[in-house]
């Protein structure tokens, strides 16, 4: 008879997209509760993620609803110059090619669905009664961490016991020097992003109608990534992709930094100025640059990634999320990578786990997870370099073609037989 597993009481440091794909997955077999320093709304953010098939194979076996995120489906990507002229195209069915789609969602609507599969009762997901829903507690942050002891302490002082401890606190994770030997932050990449999101409502009030490339994609009911690129030396480009439907549209506006901030460096949604931004893209389509002007909010972010950490676990916690392995959003990997990791924690789920197996489990996971972060932190930090759409497509192959923690581990054996 299989040994069953049992039921680990489990803290997620952290509500963004890694906290809770964790707690999504987890609270199949164990008792979970997301510990977050902010309100219930925090980390929202109006703008866009894109999720490649590397991920979206892994949110449609937890359940992930497109539809209650307003999910586009995306074909490819389109490459043009700052004119709008055509430089490279590639348009194909990702489900085909990679066995999962490729997809953009509001990054608000996409922490709501996940926070949806994580808390909402078992019989709504169509899981067994025992996934009892994750338990979460806001404006309650964690500020001390004992790996060994299997404690945090929180905000407001109390002590939480935990078997196992997912720190998902975010880049500036307050926890990770409590899990290395040696402190490791985040560091600046010089590139800054100018992130905002526009209604179809708004650009049609502005330009009279929407723009042909965007009329294009609503006509045929499917997106694509746009990429503008000023291909001058300078380093300038856009990325554009819709949301909720096609009816709004992200623009990522990625530049050499101009002058560091602290207000830049520290958040994500720190205020942009859009005349500063449109100064500098004063070259690019008039189209493009009306739509920052009538934008609502114009968020500045100063790149910054980790450099791979020596280790992600220590005892009863692991790193994951941008706390393991921030990179910049040049492949847009960031949130794929988060949903990687959820999957890994898989290997908790197992029958035969007990609380003394939780140390070496980790340990096991990491031991899949850290390469792979690793090569895609290479591929996301070459990207800046690439000159040919081979090169882009070759990158973009390795990090869709990630099959998960069971397939890679079963390949492992094959290959140690
Ligand atoms: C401009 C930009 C564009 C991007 N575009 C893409 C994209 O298209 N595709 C993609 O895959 N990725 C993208 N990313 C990356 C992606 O957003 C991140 O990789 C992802 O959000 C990481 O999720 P996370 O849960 O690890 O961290 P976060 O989303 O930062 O969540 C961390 C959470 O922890 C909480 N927290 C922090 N400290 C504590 C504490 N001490 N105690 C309790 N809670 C705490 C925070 O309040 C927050 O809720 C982009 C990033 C940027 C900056």
Redesign the pocket.
């Given at each position: 008879m299989a040994a069953s597993t049992i039921r680990l009481r489990v803290a997620v440091?952290?509500?963004?997209?890694?906290?809770?794909?964790a707690a999504r997955v987890l609270r199949e077999k164990h008792d979970v509760t997301v510990?977050?320093?902010?309100e219930p709304s925090?980390?929202t953010g109006g703008?866009?993620?894109?999720?490649?098939p590397n991920?979206t194979h892994i949110l449609e076996s937890i359940g992930f609803d497109y539809r209650c995120a307003g999910s586009v489906e995306l074909g490819g990507w389109h490459s043009v110059d700052k004119n709008g002229t055509a430089v490279f195209s590639s348009d194909y069915d990702m489900r085909e090619r990679y066995g999962a789609p490729l997809v953009?969602h509001m990054?608000v609507d996409f922490?709501t669905e996940l926070l949806r599969l994580a808390t909402a009762p078992a019989e709504d997901l169509g899981l067994d009664a025992s996934a009892v829903p994750a338990i979460t507690v806001w404006n309650?942050?964690?500020?001390d961490l004992d790996p060994e002891g299997g404690k945090v302490t929180?905000?407001d002082g109390s002590i939480v016991e935990a078997d196992v401890i997912i720190v998902?606190?975010?880049?500036?994770?307050?926890?990770r020097n409590k899990i290395l030997e040696e402190p490791v932050n985040a560091q600046k990449t010089g590139m800054t992003?100018c992130?905002v999101a526009v209604s179809a409502a708004q650009v049609e009030a502005a330009l009279g109608k929407l723009p042909q490339w965007w009329q294009d994609q609503r006509d045929r009911g499917k997106g694509v990534i746009q990429l503008i690129e000023a291909l001058d030396g300078t380093s300038r480009l856009t990325v554009t992709?819709p949301l909720r439907n096609l009816s709004w549209m992200n623009m990522?506006w990625v530049f050499p930094t101009q002058q560091e901030k602290k207000a830049t460096t520290e958040s994500?949604n720190a205020d942009g100025d859009k005349e500063e931004i449109l100064k500098i893209y004063d070259d690019f389509d008039e189209d493009l640059k009306t739509m920052l002007r009538v934008a609502d909010q114009v968020?500045l972010?100063e790149?910054q990634d980790l450099e791979p950490l020596p280790t992600w676990t220590s005892g009863r916690a692991i790193l994951?999320?941008?706390?393991?392995h921030?990179?910049?959003?040049l492949q847009?990997?960031?949130?794929?990578?988060?949903?990687e990791d959820a999957d890994g924690l898989r290997l908790l789920t197992q029958p035969g786990v007990t609380r003394d197996s939780v140390p070496e489990i980790l340990q096991k996971i990491s031991s899949v997870r850290r390469p792979r972060a690793t090569r895609v932190l290479e591929n996301t930090r070459i990207s800046t370099k690439i000159s040919s759409a081979a090169d882009r497509y070759a990158r973009f192959d390795d990090n869709c073609t990630y099959t998960g923690i069971f397939a890679i581990l079963q390949q492992q054996q094959v290959t140690t037989a």
């Amino acid at each position: 008879m299989a040994a069953s597993t049992i039921r680990l009481r489990v803290a997620v440091i952290g509500s963004g997209i890694a906290g809770l794909a964790a707690a999504r997955v987890l609270r199949e077999k164990h008792d979970v509760t997301v510990y977050e320093r902010g309100e219930p709304s925090v980390a929202t953010g109006g703008q866009g993620i894109a999720n490649f098939p590397n991920s979206t194979h892994i949110l449609e076996s937890i359940g992930f609803d497109y539809r209650c995120a307003g999910s586009v489906e995306l074909g490819g990507w389109h490459s043009v110059d700052k004119n709008g002229t055509a430089v490279f195209s590639s348009d194909y069915d990702m489900r085909e090619r990679y066995g999962a789609p490729l997809v953009s969602h509001m990054r608000v609507d996409f922490r709501t669905e996940l926070l949806r599969l994580a808390t909402a009762p078992a019989e709504d997901l169509g899981l067994d009664a025992s996934a009892v829903p994750a338990i979460t507690v806001w404006n309650n942050g964690a500020v001390d961490l004992d790996p060994e002891g299997g404690k945090v302490t929180l905000d407001d002082g109390s002590i939480v016991e935990a078997d196992v401890i997912i720190v998902a606190d975010g880049i500036h994770s307050r926890l990770r020097n409590k899990i290395l030997e040696e402190p490791v932050n985040a560091q600046k990449t010089g590139m800054t992003c100018c992130r905002v999101a526009v209604s179809a409502a708004q650009v049609e009030a502005a330009l009279g109608k929407l723009p042909q490339w965007w009329q294009d994609q609503r006509d045929r009911g499917k997106g694509v990534i746009q990429l503008i690129e000023a291909l001058d030396g300078t380093s300038r480009l856009t990325v554009t992709y819709p949301l909720r439907n096609l009816s709004w549209m992200n623009m990522a506006w990625v530049f050499p930094t101009q002058q560091e901030k602290k207000a830049t460096t520290e958040s994500w949604n720190a205020d942009g100025d859009k005349e500063e931004i449109l100064k500098i893209y004063d070259d690019f389509d008039e189209d493009l640059k009306t739509m920052l002007r009538v934008a609502d909010q114009v968020k500045l972010w100063e790149l910054q990634d980790l450099e791979p950490l020596p280790t992600w676990t220590s005892g009863r916690a692991i790193l994951i999320g941008d706390a393991a392995h921030a990179m910049t959003p040049l492949q847009g990997q960031g949130s794929n990578m988060a949903i990687e990791d959820a999957d890994g924690l898989r290997l908790l789920t197992q029958p035969g786990v007990t609380r003394d197996s939780v140390p070496e489990i980790l340990q096991k996971i990491s031991s899949v997870r850290r390469p792979r972060a690793t090569r895609v932190l290479e591929n996301t930090r070459i990207s800046t370099k690439i000159s040919s759409a081979a090169d882009r497509y070759a990158r973009f192959d390795d990090n869709c073609t990630y099959t998960g923690i069971f397939a890679i581990l079963q390949q492992q054996q094959v290959t140690t037989a």
